[in-house]
Every structure is written in C-alpha cells, then in structure tokens.
C-alpha cells in the first residue's frame, strides 16, 4: 500500500481503451443528425494548453470567479466539515485542490487524496506534484473516465468530500447529469459532501462571448478536436475549412458549441472505413455547456438525492458552488 509521499495510480484507461471508446463515440456521432461529438476529446495536449490559454482571457469570467470563490469558502469548508477524504473528478493539473489542502494542512496532516482524470501522463505528472509539495499526504489516484469510472475510486476513508469543479457538471443534459450526481452521491458515504461548480444563467452577450473570445482561442480550441480524429482516426478533416459557433438557446439554459463546414466535404476516416459528407454550413455539435440558477440546481442535485446544504455566490452573480449531502433514505443506485 502506498504511504505518504508514494502515490498509488490505479489505471483503468488505457490507450487501447481511450481508442475504441473515441471510435464508438465518433461512429454514433457522426454517423447521426445532427453530428455530433462528445467534448471529452478537446483535451489532447493541444486541446488542454489552449484551453488553460482560454481560462486567462477577459471574456472567460468561470474560472477567474471560481477560483476566487474557492479562496474564500476553502478554509471554511474544511473547518466545518474536517475531512478525512477528498475526491476529485477531473482534476486536470491538480492545481484547485491546492486550497484545500492548504486549509487541512493547519489542522489535520490525515488526508487522502483522490483524483479521477481520464489523462493518465497528466494525473501522473499533477499527483507528483502534489506529493512533492504536501509529503503528508495520501494519494490514491485513478486514470479512467468519471462517467465510467467512478466506481472504480476506492470508497471512502473517513468523511469525504468530493470536488466537481469548473461548471462541468453543465456539460451533461440533465438525464446524464442526474445519473452522474447519484453516482458521486453513492460514492460519499453517509456523511459526506459535494462541491459542484455551476455557471449561472446571465445575459447572452456575456455568456456568448465567454465561447467565442475576440482573439480565436476558442475557435482554435473547438477546431482542435478534429486535428484530434484525423491523428487517432487516419482521417482527412481540413479543421481550417469550419467555422467556430458559439450560440446562447435560452429555452434550453444552454450555450451550444458547434463547428460549421464553410464548404461541402468529403471526410474519409480511415481506421473506422467510414465516409462522412458534409454540406457546406452544415454543422458538428461538440459541447453544451448547461446553466443554472439556484431553483434549478437545488432541483437537478434533488433529483439525484442530494440536498443543497449551502449556495455561494460572488457578488455579481454569476458563478456558484453548491454544497450538497445525501438525502437520509436515498436509494442507492445499482
């Protein structure tokens, strides 16, 4: 068993795997209408530079926000709740647990860490980190996709708290995102909690220019997930030839991300034998991007069985972290 200073990385995603589940995904997508395709796949290393090149412009308010509401509440948090188990679902470069742990570091040297990143190099790389600058801390860390994979996150050791940062619940639909949130609410034991960070609903001019910045990031960063299926697929996309479009359906309470064919093409991906045809302004739906007011999320976390215990805002409003415990009598799910 891995001590303090040792990191424990379980590893249920493997390349073989990453690749036939980016091949059935791609089939199902782009073999629909609309096409579509799931946003896991922007993070490549190219996809993940730019987005963290996104998270640092003016319009991109989500993180700036969170992580000054992280700042605030963090010490807070784990005053109140002392845990003895902290899990992470896609943590990226482990850098917003750092608040946490600097806060349990002033009371209690007896924590685990446990986060769950689809990136097996870049889990590896964050959990080294993390070790190198907490040697008190336990890390038991597990490569595999949190919508997959959460079971396979070892129960906990203690109170928990579990950490589902940077509005990615918002990605989900809200089937997807209740099936989720009951997965993590099975997974805190009794006395834990949840932090999920939502982006809240505003006005669409702020909310559309947080996916389509001045300077092209986010084009760029939408455009990257086909330079992603031509490497892994033999495919032939020309990412240059759509056009990024980033469109706020308020019915919905949702942004909507899309790349857009300037001009009819023929893709042919190679590995799957696949041809797609693609009419000029005809469109790939790669990422929703769901937004909350405190009504709707309390009644999202309801339907999963989980009671909002505290909602933090700024002081504009425009993003939120909702605190959540499991409901007393919640059936588990199977």
Known sequence: MAGPGEPRVDVHMDDATFLSMLEQDVRRGLGSRPRWLPPKYFYD???????????ELPEYYLTRVEDALLQRLAPDIVRALRPADVLELGPGSGRKVRVFLDAAATISRRLRYVPLDVGRDGLRHAVAGLSRDYPWLRVHAVVGDFDLHLGCAPPPAGRRLALFLGSTIGNFDRPAAVSLLGRIADALGADGRLLVGVD?????????AAYDDRAGVTAAFNRNVLHVLNRALDGDFLPEAYRHRAVYDA??????????????QRVHLKRLGMLVDFAAGEGIWTESAYKFTRASAAAMLAEAGLGLEAWYTDEAEQFALALARPEEGRARRG
């Not at 290393?45 to 998270?55: A, Q």
């Not at 809240?200 to 559309?208: M, T, Y």
């Not at 019915?251 to 009819?264: G, K, N």
């Open 251 to 264: 019915a919905a309470s949702r942004i909507e991300m899309h790349l857009i064919a300037t001009a009819p």
């Open 45 to 55: 290393h190219v996809g993940s530079t730019l987005f963290e090149r996104i998270t």
């Open 200 to 208: 809240l609903v505003k006005d669409r001019q702020v909310l559309e």
